[in-house]
């Protein structure tokens, strides 16, 4: 299944859409000896295209995307029958987390990743959102290295928040700005 599997209820099959399409290691340069030398797939979400309304899957992590797409780095999509690049400008890097978030500000379902460099900011690495559209970062700071993201409705509040968890324990994106959420996590 070349590191990526899905399950049809009885058996694991394969998502690739022919044996000659396969996940690489990006070509990085003289990026440094601490890369990894094989694809990794790190994060997995559905999400819906904004721009024709049908579910993908979304697939984050450290690789290149041949022959589908050769530019496919660090972000892809599958949409049941072929690989994609991931539309808008961005660096993908390492994608260690991706998931979906109802902004309560807007309504809008959007994609949500970590170790993307938002356009206008190169170099900068951190937390962004898709909207179907371009991506855009969430807040000047917040947590760095994210590991997971969830979405979750408080009691008593009318929308879910976006909690992200790492090595800084667990912080809250409520459409404005992040925030520590309790004590004594110290890293998830």
């Not at 997995?44 to 450290?62: E, M, Q």
């Not at 660090?74 to 890097?93: E, H, I, K, N, V």
């Not at 500000?105 to 962004?128: F, H, N």
Request: hydrophobic share 40%; charged share 15%; glycine share 14%.
């Amino acid at each position: 299944a070349n590191r990526i599997a899905r399950y049809d209820g009885a058996s694991w099959r394969t998502v690739l859409a022919a044996s000659s399409h396969s996940f690489r290691a990006p070509c990085c340069g003289g990026c440094g000896a601490f890369l990894p030398l094989f694809p990794e797939l790190r994060a997995l979400t559905r999400w819906r295209d904004p721009s024709d309304g049908r579910f993908k899957l979304v697939v984050g992590g450290w690789f290149a995307l041949t022959p589908d797409d050769p530019s496919a780095d660090g972000l892809a999509l599958w949409d049941g029958l072929a690989w994609s690049r991931f539309p808008g400008t961005y660096y993908a890097g390492f994608i260690d987390a991706l998931t979906t978030w109802t902004d309560p500000t807007t309504s809008r379902e959007l994609l949500v990743g970590t170790w993307i460099a938002v356009p206008g900011s190169s170099g900068t690495y951190g937390i962004a959102q898709y909207d179907g559209v371009a991506w855009t970062q969430l807040g000047s700071t917040g947590p760095q290295n994210v590991i997971v993201f969830a979405s979750f409705q408080e009691p008593g509040v009318s929308f879910a928040a976006l909690f992200a968890g790492g090595p800084f324990g667990v912080q809250r994106w409520d459409g404005v700005s992040w925030t520590t959420t309790g004590s004594g996590t110290s890293t998830v």
